[in-house]
């Protein structure tokens, strides 16, 4: 219902005898200012500081024939309106004011939404930075993880090169947002990953070993072997199994927050998706219903620059992911993704917002994806080496991190050197020990299709078996009969 | 969309196309002395009345589902319920199903409405690749079992190409996810609640050209009827035909018709295309020794084929004639041209002569 129902409507419905039951129930909600929280402001930098970032050239350039909508002159025209019922129009969502000026909103934008970060690239806290501060023991987890990471990665792509596992994807460059987000969510909080996203579940202790079970599909695998390599997923962790398709999870993650919210539990939903995948339909839809339902969900939208080779150029003309979050009526900001202090205290800002509020937040990161998209790709093919390098080399994440651990005083070249020898150490007997392990048994080809299996999968499991037992030799071996 | 299935939604009051008399089964209408008179759609609401009655975590939501749905189907359901529970959503089908398919994964029932089947390509890749593979997928760690995606579908005499398909096809070749189809009130509230408490998401295609105009005594209280089980609802020994959802009233005139021509006609109700009940029609086809399938959609790779070849599998012995199918043409559904698309009455009553005199 209207709050306070405008006296022009009043008066018009008293004069209208045919008004009807369904005029009167529109259903609008005056809420109060969305900008009013002081969470929500990022640290804007001057342009000394700009990130080098993959973005759409053109824009900046056009020339702006019209003058633009600046927000202040729309809040002083909805104060005008709000004295003068004739200066404003009643329409179902609430007043709209009238302006006499032909004005169209402009496109393109005079300056991108700035990138909130803490860090410099040397580890330095950049002066007048605000920040969520975190003890020895969590900032010493999150560089442990994203080493592990790094190692994970390294040796599981050089598994798939040996033609040990199928198919791999990397997670290099994005170190900070896997890590970071995870340390800043509470175990119970909901994740719906994409694919890039193992180091949430890292950060929740799935172990080498269990990733190693993916990759190899073996029995030890929670997902039975039914799906590619890095398709996690962890009922455990609170991580929703990976499925291939960009953007279906985001959807799901707004009935998943809508089930939280009716259960009035102290947690939300976390979906991850890419910049290439803000095109596809599923975002709009899971953002629309996000903000419709006021379902408590995060969106963190890894804006790596590539899709697979599709350049952001090519995605999309709007100033990055960002932007679009108002559109819908959610709250956005625009976080540095190499910056694992920005990140943390990005998103432990918005799950506040999303829980104690009840409303979904956007929250986009930008972190270039050093490695191939995946193992079937190439993209040197597509883009330059020395921008690859660029990123990898002065832009990294991980090492930004360290940095600032190092000058906290926490962290030293001897405990470096432990580190790395012990994580190595780990990731290759993962690999052993998930590469010895057999296979899962034949039946789970046919369990878990529905809840019970149909008399159509009885009768094949029986023939597959049959056959399996006349050609043994078409078959693979190391599954179980 | 809305507006124009808002219209559609009004004109279904009057139904000023040719009244299609539904017969239902008489052993139905025998067995069932006590209910209450009710039509297709009050059968459907009352089935949605007790689902949210009997479980606190069940939700019904879809595009205009809060003032009673443009069929009436959710009729009183967020009066009673609270809009928590019923709600509308925004026009998005792929967000209504991949909504439902998160709100079930938390162990909810996620009722969820899509307004016309013909609009439900825009979920089918939450339906095939999600919902679908949920369970499977995650090594059954997580499901979205709770699911239950109602859509009517079907001619109604005037809906033209996108207010009358018949897309059960579509879904029928999709693993992890069943589809039912009712053909009357009775088994439509049955067949409901059973899907709604099914542990596996669910397509539900409703008869929409029943909406009223089938009527029948159904019971009152709270039942369930089988999922994967399909029902002889009439007896013969020379053809068996198989069929579902509003076109058995079309095949039964046929049947009884073909009755005065001394043709014994026997025809079962599929009610869930997949897991398909194949004993018995098997067993069926085996006493008749010939088959004929008819429904609405293409025969092109409609449901009907399925039948045929695994029929022809495990019959072929038995066989008198080749399986025939009556079906609606090869052609995107026409307006004007509807009644010479519709697989009718003459056309399965000649395919039973030809048939039965092959």
């Given at each position: 219902m209207w709050s306070a129902r405008s006296k022009a409507i009043g008066d018009y419905v008293k004069r209208?005898?045919?008004?009807n039951g369904r005029f009167m129930a529109g259903l609008v909600d005056h809420r109060s200012?969305?900008?009013?929280?002081?969470?929500?402001s990022g640290v804007a930098e001057t342009s000394r500081h700009?990130?080098?970032?993959?973005?759409?050239?053109a824009a900046p350039f056009l020339v702006r024939r019209f003058e633009s909508t600046l927000a202040g002159k729309q809040l002083e025209l909805l104060h005008a309106g709000d004295a003068d019922d004739d200066q404003a129009l009643d329409f179902p969502g609430g007043k709209v004011t009238y302006t006499p000026e032909m004005k169209f909103i402009w496109?393109?934008?005079?300056?991108?939404?700035p990138c909130y970060r803490v860090l410099d690239e040397n580890g330095d806290q950049i002066m007048g930075s605000n920040f969520k501060e975190m003890s020895k023991e969590v900032a010493l987890k999150m560089y442990n993880d994203m080493v592990t990471l790094q190692f994970m990665d390294t040796i599981f792509y050089e598994a798939q090169r040996q033609g040990r596992i199928s198919f791999y994807m990397t997670t290099i460059g994005e170190e900070a947002i896997n890590i970071a987000s995870a340390a800043a969510?509470?175990?119970?909080?909901l994740v719906l990953p994409?694919?890039?996203?193992?180091g949430v579940l890292l950060w929740r202790g799935f172990t080498l070993q269990d990733f190693a079970n993916q990759c190899f599909g073996n029995k030890d695998d929670g997902g039975k072997g039914?799906?590619?390599?890095?398709h996690y997923g962890s009922k455990k962790h609170n991580y929703l199994t990976v499925s291939?398709?960009?953007?279906?999870q985001l959807p799901q993650a707004a009935g998943i927050a809508y089930s939280l919210k009716m259960d009035k539990q102290d947690a939300c939903v976390v979906a991850f998706i890419g910049d290439g995948g803000t095109s596809e339909g599923d975002f709009h839809a899971g953002l629309n219903f996000a903000a419709v339902m006021e379902a408590p969900v995060i969106f963190i939208c890894r804006?790596?620059?590539?899709?697979i080779s599709t350049h952001i150029s090519e995605q999309?003309?709007?100033?990055?992911?960002?932007?679009?979050g108002q559109a819908y009526g959610i709250r956005s900001i625009r976080v540095d993704g190499s910056d694992a202090l920005a990140v943390y205290t990005a998103i432990h800002t918005a799950r506040e917002m999303a829980v104690s509020e009840q409303r979904p937040v956007l929250v986009e990161t930008l972190a270039?994806?050093?490695?191939?998209?995946?193992?079937?790709?190439?993209?040197t093919k597509y883009r330059p080496l020395d921008e690859i390098e660029y990123w990898k080399m002065a832009r990294n994440p991980v090492n930004r991190f360290r940095g600032w651990i190092e000058k906290k005083g926490w962290w030293s070249e001897k405990e470096e050197s432990e580190l790395r020898i012990s994580i190595k150490k780990q990731v290759l007997q993962a690999i052993q020990v998930a590469e010895r392990t057999e296979k899962p048994p034949i039946a789970e080809l046919f369990?878990?299709?529905?809840?019970q299996p149909p008399d159509n999968l009885r009768e094949q499991e029986t023939e597959l078996r049959e056959t399996i037992n006349k050609y043994p030799q078409d078959y693979p071996s190391g599954f179980p009969f | 969309m809305a507006t124009a299935l808002r219209r559609l939604g009004r004109r279904?009051?009057?139904?000023?196309?040719r009244v299609r008399e539904f017969s239902a089964s008489t052993s139905v209408l025998q067995n069932e002395q006590s209910g209450k008179s009710m039509n297709l759609y009050t059968a459907i609401n009352h089935a949605l009345h007790i689902a949210l009655e009997t479980d606190p975590r069940a939700y019904v939501f879809g595009?205009?589902?809060?003032?009673?749905?443009v069929f009436r189907c959710t009729t009183g359901l967020a009066d009673r319920f609270g809009k928590s529970r019923v709600f509308n959503t925004p026009l998005c089908e792929q967000g209504i199903v991949g909504f439902g398919i998160g709100l079930a994964a938390m162990g909810n029932r996620a009722i969820a409405e899509?307004?016309?089947?013909?609009?439900?390509f825009p979920a089918f890749d939450q339906i095939v690749n999600e919902a679908a593979k949920f369970r499977y997928r995650s090594g059954n760690q997580f499901?979205?079992?709770?699911l239950t995606v109602r859509a009517p579908y079907g001619a109604?005499?005037?809906?033209?190409?996108?207010?009358?398909?018949?897309?059960?096809a579509f879904f029928c070749h999709v693993p992890g996810i069943k589809v039912v189809i009712p053909r009357s009130p009775k088994q439509a509230k049955g067949l409901l609640l059973s899907c709604i408490r099914d542990p596996n998401p669910i397509v539900f295609f409703e008869p929409k050209w029943l909406y009223r105009l089938a009527v029948e005594e159904v019971p009152e209280d709270d039942y369930m009827l089988p999922l994967s089980e399909a029902e002889v609802i009439r007896e013969g020994s020379d053809i068996t035909l198989v069929g579902w959802g509003a076109q058995l009233s079309v095949m039964e005139q046929a049947c009884v018709d073909a009755d005065k021509d001394g043709i014994s006609c026997e025809l079962i109700?599929?009610?869930?295309?997949?897991?398909?009940?194949k004993e018995t029609v098997e067993a069926s086809v085996k006493k008749t020794g010939r088959l004929l399938i008819s429904h609405e959609?293409?025969?092109?790779?409609?449901?009907g084929a399925e039948i045929s070849a695994s029929i022809v599998e495990r019959c072929f012995l038995r066989l008198e004639a080749p399986v025939a199918r009556v079906c609606g043409l090869d052609?995107?559904?026409?307006l004007v041209f509807e009644p010479f698309y519709m697989p009718t009455k003459n056309k399965i009553l000649d395919a039973i002569k030809a048939t039965v005199n092959y």
């Open positions: 209208c005898v045919c008004s200012n969305p900008f009013g929280s002081s969470l929500a700009a990130l080098p970032f993959p973005c759409n050239m496109e393109n934008y005079v300056k991108r939404v969510l509470n175990d119970d909080d994409q694919y890039r996203e193992p039914r799906q590619m390599p890095v291939s398709p960009i953007a279906t804006n790596n620059g590539w899709a999309f003309r709007s100033d990055g992911i960002v932007v679009k270039y994806r050093i490695g191939h998209h995946s193992t079937s790709d190439d993209s369990s878990d299709v529905y809840d | 279904m009051a009057v139904p000023f196309f595009e205009d589902v809060g003032f009673g749905g899509i307004q016309f089947a013909d609009y439900i499901n979205c079992g709770g109604v005499g005037h809906g033209g190409h996108y207010h009358s398909q018949s897309p059960e109700d599929l009610k869930t295309l997949i897991p398909w009940d959609a293409p025969v092109t790779g409609g449901f052609t995107p559904f026409p």
